[in-house]
């Protein structure tokens, strides 16, 4: 397909996801009454309108919902290529996904059918009216949960990433240097550090950094006091592409709410706030068995953690509304997960009694509730926090737990993350690979939950304001790398995978922003 | 592969052989090239508009065509096209490719295209698009945004996971 018609088609489809959007109303709404205004002049009608609705900010708001759209949208595809081909073009992941899911269903349905608890119920008026009353502290009430275990943790799905093979791979050598050195196994295409640079430029040693160059003992002339200002700026213009340009090197603390919100364009308008207490609505008619996992996970996890055990309340609300939102469903159009599927009871297998479960068809595993967590910090009122999570997710979170080709995908930071220290620290993989200690097995958990629950939780905003400047995950991988060639030294000592384990199992007091940096553009290439 | 008839596309039945991989002389190792014979219908003329296929590990692509003589002739029509970014990693390994009539490569024009015979229907070598082609598709992104004005479609969800406020399901289905 040409450029041109590539670009006709882009801009169709943009078109089509913004029509029927709250924003188009609210637009031509404007419009409409701008007709009444005296410098509305009948023979210049349109320029008029679009100037007006360019000084109103209008036209601003309208261009953070294209921009928005750019983020989610998938690439233009061959007109023969199948929906799941666009969701994931390598049959043989299709594939392991496919199974994958099919492991997670099997477990959900056993545990439905040993508790004895339905996946879905309806609660009676009794139960309901509870609930609406406790609704702000269902942390002090909570369901018998010792027989609730989690569907699957973190490391069954590390196995089934390491077990993934590329069926054309001819793996008839013998065991060759490179390939076998790590665990993953299959040739995607990731960046090198000198690729690296390039694309993290903002992040090199010349350019001012928050989370370095905001340090107590540099006078904020230096950097701080400018860079602030024009954060502010930025806000006041309301300009998402700008807000994720100037993330890149950091968000200031009093601005990152906004500016994440203006990057992410999550709107707080009553419209919204209006949609998360209808989804609270759902959560307080219907009882799913996915609550269970829920209320586990955050037990287990959030409320453990000295940073976010204050918002265990705010992290049930979040998440139990999160499970009934069906407009997470759109966000499968470019994932290569599928929503699990069931059938109403008593009505047959048809199309109509199809139902997706839960609504927006994710089921959380174990230490889901830490995508969340770090929200906190930053939004107090629930449909934001809802708002701001609900876009996190669907542009970035997904991909740490489902199996994909994509370079931001769990399977493409596990590789990097290897191939940088194979790379760059060969003596230090060599030593750990010796001892049956592979890296990976180590970082992993890291990764999944894009470090939260591991750093400090200031240095965690820090690492995710570069996640949405860069919008992608790939900082991730480099930061894993990173840490483990910062205790390099430690880990060349140690002769287990236990002590391995033990050296990097407080990372909480790590700077993210220096490690990132020093690896990046220190490492001798 | 389709051939054009005034605006429709159709497709064109053309037979191809299985494919023939290379050697190096006349054993092992094989030198990774692979042959695709197609053979268009006999004693037709078709005007051929694009060529469609699905990618299965194949790095470039080259494309040559026997013109019928006298005498006959063979000339490269496209040469090494790359279908992989690198044919080390899985990028490009199984997309749906097409090679179109009026597709340029995108790499520095050479001499061998000077020797192309089939020429005459590429309309510019410069890289820029024909000012046909351009309005063509300006008028599409027009016509297309115009459709979409008229149609009463919406893309808002509705919101509702039950149906009819009935969620008592089954076991989740594992098909």
Redesign the interface.
Known sequence: ?????E???T??QI???L????LHSQIERQAKECLHQPEIKLESLKEDVRSFLKTSGWERQLQNAVYRELHVQLPP??P??PPE?LKE???YMRKAQASWE?RV??S??SM??ELGV?????RPAAEQKELSNKWNEMGTDEPDLTSVRPVYAPKDFLEVLISLR?P?HDGSEDVGVRSHWGLIQ????VRDIPQLRQAYSELNLTSGQLGIDDHAHIHPDMFENEYVQIGKKVVLEQDSAAAQQYSRQGCPTGLRADLWALILNSTNQPQDVM?YE?LTA?VIQ?DLLVDNLIYKDVKLTASNDDYYFVFEDFLYQVLLCFS?D??V??HFKYNSATP??????G?G?DE??A???P?NGVIPFHGFSMYVAPLCFLYNEPSKLYSVFREMYSRYFFRLHSIS?SPSGVVSLCLQFERLLQTHLPQLFYHLRQIEAQPLRIAFKWMVRAFSGYLSSDQLLLLWDRILGYDSLEVVAVLAAAVFAFRAENLMEVTSLASAEAVLADLSTLKVMPLIQIFLFATAI | MSSSSSDVLLPVDSSIKPPVFLHLGDTEPLSGVCVLDVTLPFGKTVNVEEISFKNHYTASVSMRLLRTGPPSQWVTAVRDLPLMENPHTEGGSQDYCCIHRTQDPEKEVSDWLSDLTLADQHTDLEGLPPPQSVSSSLQQMFALTEVMMQSNETTASIGRFHVDGCYDINLLSLL
């Open positions: 397909m040409d450029e041109g018609s670009l006709s088609l801009i169709a078109v089509q996801r029509k029927g959007s709250h595809s061959h023969a290529a081909h073009p390598l049959a099919k269903l099997k959900l349905n439905s059918t339905p996946l879905a119920r309806m590329n054309n299959v040739p995607l295409n949609y209808q759902g219907h009934r069906t407009a469903l759109e699990p599927k069931s059938f109403i009871q009505k297998e109509e009694s139902v997706v479960y609504p080709s």
